[in-house]
């Protein structure tokens, strides 16, 4: 039946990991860490204490990563750095995996390398071996980043300019309402004066 086990019989492992790729892991590790502090079974030594096998990958050490002996070791190292540029720069120039990466591995940087709005057409970044030559993209990446930044500070300029220069018509126009109000306060101020110089002009005439 499908259900018998012999003793001879044996089962392959399974080992579940756990890979974040956040700034820091917060959450539990454990079955224990998931349960109240209070509760008799931590202590009760029935509780079988199940750990995750977590890789906080920004945060792996460089001896964590040099257990790794595929290109995965690349793409965690890639992945840690993005956040500096000038490293990232230099890794990639040192190490000859960069100018020859597989599609799935180059892909996987993108995504969690934090490359945003990042788009490739493979046929410009071929390389010698079949792969992508990920030196070649990351500099355009750095280059086009470069680019969209200047045309920020372009359309934030310009933006500031009209700002500035819509702030200058209001108060401009402000400066003249005033001015029309003191013409006018004036203009009264001298219709009053000449009222009054008539009604003194009545009074000495006695009528």
């Not at 019989?9 to 109240?36: E, F």
């Not at 840690?80 to 892909?107: C, F, L, Q």
């Not at 990351?138 to 200047?150: A, C, I, S, V």
């Amino acid at each position: 039946l499908l259900y018998e086990y012999k003793k001879s019989d044996r089962i392959y492992p399974v080992v579940t990991i756990v890979l974040y790729y956040g700034d820091k892991w917060d959450g539990p590790k454990s079955i224990g860490d998931m349960l109240d502090a209070d509760t008799d079974l931590k202590s009760s030594g029935y509780l079988q204490d199940y750990r995750i096998n977590l890789i906080e990958v920004n945060n792996m050490s460089d001896e964590e990563l040099d257990r790794f002996q595929t290109d995965v070791k690349q793409v965690f190292k890639f992945i840690r750095n993005r956040k500096d540029k000038e490293k990232m720069s230099g890794i990639i120039e040192n190490d000859p995996y960069y100018s020859n990466v597989e599609k799935t591995a180059h892909d996987m940087m993108a995504v969690y390398g934090g490359l945003r709005g990042y788009k490739i057409n493979e046929a410009d970044y071929r390389s010698e071996g079949g792969g992508i030559n990920m030196c070649k993209a990351w500099d355009d990446w750095r280059e086009d980043g470069r680019k969209e930044g200047r045309e920020a500070e372009r359309i934030n300029t310009e933006r500031e300019r009209r700002r500035a220069e819509k702030a200058e018509a209001e108060t401009q126009k402000a400066e003249e309402k005033v001015k029309k109000a003191e013409a006018e306060t004036q203009k009264a101020e001298a219709e009053i004066k000449r009222l009054r110089d008539r009604i003194a002009q009545l009074e000495a005439a006695g009528m």
